[in-house]
Nanobody, 115 residues
Framework: QVQLVESGGGLVQPGGSLRLSCAASGRFFSINAMGWYRQAPGKQRELVAHITRGGATNYADSVKGRFTISRDNAKNTVYLEMNSLKPEDKADYYC?????????WGQGTQVIVSS
């Protein structure tokens, strides 16, 4: 049974920072590139950052330079460091493989950026 458990979201002021974590089942994590996706109200889910098994990263233009994805293969955990947060970053954030496995979406973690 594959489980993806996201945590670390919350309320933050514009310009603030958050660090999201996603704990994944071992084999699923070890064989896949992993990504962070987000879904804002009324919008489609989008991939904002992904990291290969070897550690190569790629980012959506909207978060480039502000977000950093990393993975700890020993802990089967992927992280998303988010800095200089903007109100438009408000969304539910999810981790999954890249490409995603639709049957394994977790509950996500909510990020609210507001003053």
């Amino acid at each position: 049974q594959v489980q993806l458990v996201e945590s670390g979201g919350g309320l933050v002021q514009p310009g603030g920072s958050l660090r999201l974590s996603c704990a994944a089942s071992g084999r699923f994590f070890s064989i896949n590139a992993m990504g962070w996706y987000r879904q804002a109200p009324g919008k489609q889910r989008e991939l904002v950052a992904h990291i290969t098994r070897g550690g190569a990263t790629n980012y959506a233009d909207s978060v480039k330079g502000r977000f950093t994805i990393s993975r700890d293969n020993a802990k089967n955990t992927v992280y998303l460091e988010m800095n200089s947060l903007k109100p438009e970053d408000k969304a539910d954030y999810y981790c999954n493989s890249v490409p995603y496995a639709y049957e394994y979406w977790g509950q996500g973690t909510q990020v609210i950026v507001s003053s």
